[in-house]
C-alpha cells in the first residue's frame, strides 16, 4: 500500500518504473484484495501514469464539494435557494464585503 502511494510523489520516470514494479508484485501476491487492486490499475494505467505527468488531480474539487455540503446543512433551514447560494459565494467566491464600522479587509 505505500509503495503505491509513494508513486504518485515520485517524478514521472521514477513513477513509472515504480508502478510497473507495483504491478509485478501486486500480481505475485496472494491477498485477493491488492490481485484486484492491480487489475483495476493496469487497466487505467494510461490514465493514471498521465495524471503523475501532469500533476492533476481532484482533490480541490473534492474540497469544494465537501465545503458546499457543509454550507447546505448550515443553509437548510432557510426557506430559499438563494441563501444557500449566497452562503456558497460568499465563503467559496474570494468576495470580502466590508462590514459596517470596520477597516476594509486586507487582500489574502
Not at 508513486?7 to 508502478?19: K, N, R, S, W
Not at 473534492?62 to 465563503?91: C, G, H, Q, W, Y
Request: glycine share 6%.
Amino acid at each position: 500500500k505505500e509503495g503505491l502511494r509513494l508513486i504518485f510523489q515520485l517524478p514521472y520516470g521514477e513513477a513509472v518504473e515504480a508502478l510497473e514494479a507495483w504491478i509485478r508484485w501486486a500480481r505475485r501476491c496472494r491477498l485477493p484484495a491488492f490481485v484486484e487492486l492491480q487489475r483495476r490499475i493496469v487497466k487505467h494505467r494510461h490514465a493514471i501514469l498521465a495524471a503523475i505527468e501532469h500533476g492533476l488531480s481532484n482533490g480541490r474539487i473534492e474540497s469544494v464539494n465537501t465545503k458546499i455540503r457543509l454550507i447546505t446543512r448550515i443553509a437548510f433551514e432557510f426557506r430559499s435557494p438563494d441563501a444557500l447560494i449566497a452562503l456558497a459565494m460568499l465563503n467559496l467566491g474570494g468576495h470580502r464585503p466590508a462590514l459596517p464600522g470596520r477597516a476594509p479587509p486586507s487582500p489574502p
